[in-house]
């Protein structure tokens, strides 16, 4: 089965800019998330999606990030404007509703804010 | 809230050396705990999970992991370690819902 996709792999911007990121979950899996991982820390939870339907958003800083999954598929996350602290690199994961599956994570993309 | 420690941010072992990454965490209820490992400029990629049933769970390239009750642990175990096991070792706690928390990561550095 084809994996997590997400892109770009690699991004670099300045402060204030924005930017989006793009990630393509593994086919059937409705749940799908957005992890933040700042350079040597675990992955901290962003927003969970299942289906188009928004589980979990309650540390998503609101103000600048935005995330949304239209069509229960496909996925974009936003900052803007971006701040230097949201240096890290964003993961999408995606997992099958229920059953005690593991999440499957994309490759990331690396943000770096100058 | 759940939550996850691992007290150690590096370990290092000799090639062919048993190797052990330790994990302990807190939620309510039954625990769903997972391992993951991450190479360098990639996702996480899942080794193994305890759901029920047997305290020794076997995983992926060679891996196995205890789960303590008693002890809140969940460490992740190898007989003999390899320098390709060199990477970031991630401890993950599911609660009864879709929520998954991960601890701040072990680095393992195995030496030739």
């Known amino acids: 089965e084809a994996g997590v996709a997400q892109s770009p792999r690699y991004k670099i911007i300045e402060k204030r800019q924005s930017v989006a990121f793009w990630c393509n979950p593994i086919?059937?899996?409705?749940?799908l998330y957005w992890y933040q991982q700042i350079l040597g820390q675990g992955p901290k939870l962003l927003i969970q999606?299942?289906?188009?339907?928004?589980?979990?958003d309650s540390q998503l800083p609101k103000d600048r990030f935005s995330a949304e999954r239209l069509k229960g598929v496909d996925s974009t996350l936003k900052i803007q404007p971006a701040k230097l602290e949201d240096s890290a690199v964003y993961l999408c994961?995606?997992?099958?509703?229920?059953?005690?599956?593991?999440?499957?994570f994309g490759n990331g993309t690396r943000l770096t804010v100058t | 809230a759940q939550s996850v420690a691992q007290p150690e941010d590096q370990v290092n072992v000799a090639e062919g050396n048993p190797l052990t990454v330790k994990c302990t965490y807190s939620?309510?209820?039954?625990?769903?705990l997972f391992w993951y490992v991450q190479y360098p400029n990639r996702g996480l990629q899942f080794l193994l999970k305890?759901?029920?049933?047997?305290?020794l769970v076997k995983g992926s390239y060679g891996f196995e992991a205890e789960f303590n009750k008693s002890q809140t642990s969940f460490h992740l175990k190898k007989p003999s370690a390899l320098v390709s096991d060199s990477a970031l070792y991630f401890c993950?706690?599911?609660?009864?819902?879709?929520?998954?928390?991960f601890g701040p990561g072990t680095r393992l550095s195995v030496l030739p």
């Open positions: 994961a995606s997992s099958p509703i229920g059953g005690n599956s593991p999440l499957h």
């Open positions: 086919s059937g899996h409705a749940t």
């Open positions: 999606f299942q289906n188009n339907g928004v589980v979990d």
């Open positions: 939620v309510s209820g039954n625990p769903y």
């Open positions: 305890y759901i029920t049933g047997d305290n």
């Open positions: 993950a706690v599911r609660d009864g819902g879709q929520n998954f928390v």
